[in-house]
Nanobody
């Protein structure tokens, strides 16, 4: 069992940066692939990025490649999403998730555990 709590969301101007954190509890955190998803109003939840259990494999959605960086600290049971060059279309609720699959798993149903989400709003 893994409990996840996101933080770090907020209001930022286009072109700015934010760093999201996802703190996990549970003994088996280091064994999970950790992912970030986002969901804007009226839209389906979409994959943003995933990182393997030891951080050596990463996967990013095309829309964030080169702007977002996913990382993890297993000792602190925390996953981070550094978001740079933010765009208006990045506005969404961001969720972290834990799953047993590979970083190529990009559908929400591949992840068993979810946080409550943190809102990111990018303004012009």
């Amino acid at each position: 069992q893994v409990q996840l709590v996101e933080s770090g969301g907020g209001l930022v101007q286009a072109g700015g940066s934010l760093r999201l954190s996802c703190a996990a509890s549970g003994r088996t955190f280091s064994g999970y692939t950790m992912a970030w998803f986002r969901q804007a109003p009226g839209r389906e939840r979409e994959f943003v990025s995933a990182i393997s259990w030891n951080g050596d494999r990463l996967n990013y959605a095309d829309s964030v490649q080169g702007r977002f960086t996913n990382s993890r600290d297993n000792a602190k049971k925390t996953v981070f999403l550094q978001m740079n060059s933010l765009k208006l279309e990045d506005t969404a609720a961001y969720y972290c998730a834990a799953g047993a699959g590979a970083v190529t798993a990009m559908t929400p149903r591949a992840y068993a555990y979810w946080g409550q989400g943190t809102q990111v709003t990018v303004s012009s």
